[in-house]
């Protein structure tokens, strides 16, 4: 999936049989734990399976049935991200029109939530692709290889209008971001398992890495933040709202990149061989720095509060 940049259809049908792609609300807590493990295995794969749910969460707080389907979540445009209510998509004579930028599942997803905005407000759209009214065109990314990362030009008559679009996206967020954060605890996981290991058999300088206390000492502070990262995803997915989830993606990105690092140097030179899972994860960790909002905009949710 990395070296292609494909999504793999086969797992997608797999996570249609398993239920994966009908995540509730509800069960946040399960779904970020499958999501953790997951990404241990397949990073892209977990970051489909959690930009499908967004789809689920809006319908699930609509008291909507989400189809079976893989969807993607269509927020950020050429021309703003962050800045969400700036955007240009409108839904208007019963048609959205415009273009959204660096949708996850957009190689592949049957469904599109988009947010457009109206005369009155902005709305949260769904929409089937059919009938060549929504195009694709895949990016080619560093980051997240195989999520089928796409560019996507929509003019076509959704099935499903929401009202209050972007109140309602930002409540979506609330939810995803523990998700999303579960991520980056699998992969953390998986390196602070892959260094650890690697530094009980490789000797330097007639002893293991690992009696050496610089390498211990190292790889005890990333099992540190691990498991703080660990208790707050568990924490926000319990009790989601806007700040426990911006605190925790947060704290994904910064711990993720450290473990990263701190397992490439433990790993040497190897660590930058292409195609391994540490090298795919030096590649991805970056990601966590950006999506779902940003840490500057993670940072201006929590000092709302202050
Ligand atoms: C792996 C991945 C998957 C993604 N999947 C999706 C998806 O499925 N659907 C979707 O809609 N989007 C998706 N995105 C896009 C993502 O949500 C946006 O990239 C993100 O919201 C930031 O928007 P932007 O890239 O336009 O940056 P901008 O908003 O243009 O920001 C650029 C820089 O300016 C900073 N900045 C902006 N405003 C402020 C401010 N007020 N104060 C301080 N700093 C500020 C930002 O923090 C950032 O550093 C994905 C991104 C990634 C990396």
Do not use: W
Not at 231 to 250: D, E, F, G, I, Q
């Amino acid at each position: 999936m990395d070296k292609k940049n494909e999504m793999n259809p086969e797992l997608i049908r797999l996570a249609k049989k398993c239920g994966l792609l009908n995540p509730k609300i509800e069960n946040l807590l399960d779904f970020c734990k499958i999501v953790e493990d997951i990404a241990k295995v397949n990073q892209s794969f977990a970051l489909s399976i959690v930009a499908n749910a967004m789809t689920c969460f809006a319908l699930d707080l609509s008291d909507i049935q989400p189809e079976n389907e893989l969807s993607s979540f269509s927020l950020t445009e050429p021309t703003s991200g962050s800045d969400i209510k700036n955007l240009k998509t409108f839904y208007d004579f019963k048609i959205v029109k415009g273009v959204k930028t660096l949708v996850t599942n957009a190689e592949m997803a049957k469904n599109f939530m988009v947010l457009a905005k109206t005369e009155k407000g902005e709305v949260l759209c769904l929409c089937k692709r059919k009938n060549n009214c929504i195009s694709v065109r895949k990016l080619d990314t560093t980051a997240f290889r195989g999520s089928g990362i796409g560019v996507v030009k929509f003019n076509v008559e959704p099935e499903i209008v929401l009202k209050d679009g972007i109140r309602l996206s930002l409540n979506v967020l609330n939810y995803s971001r523990p998700a999303f954060s579960a991520i980056a605890l699998g992969i953390s996981e998986k390196c602070f398992e892959i260094a650890l290991n690697y530094a009980k058999r490789r000797k330097s300088f007639n002893k293991k890495l690992i009696e050496h206390q610089a390498v211990k000492f190292a790889l005890a502070e990333c099992f540190a933040e691990i498991e703080s990262l660990k208790s707050m995803v568990y924490k926000a997915s319990k009790k989601p709202n806007s700040v426990t989830s911006a605190v925790c993606k947060l704290l994904a990105a910064k711990t993720i990149k450290k473990v990263v690092d701190c397992t490439m140097q433990v790993l040497g030179g190897h660590s930058l061989v292409r195609g391994g899972y540490v090298e795919r994860a030096y590649r991805d960790c970056k990601a966590f720095d950006i999506g779902e909002g940003t840490n500057e905009v993670m940072k201006i949710i929590i000092s709302k509060t202050f």
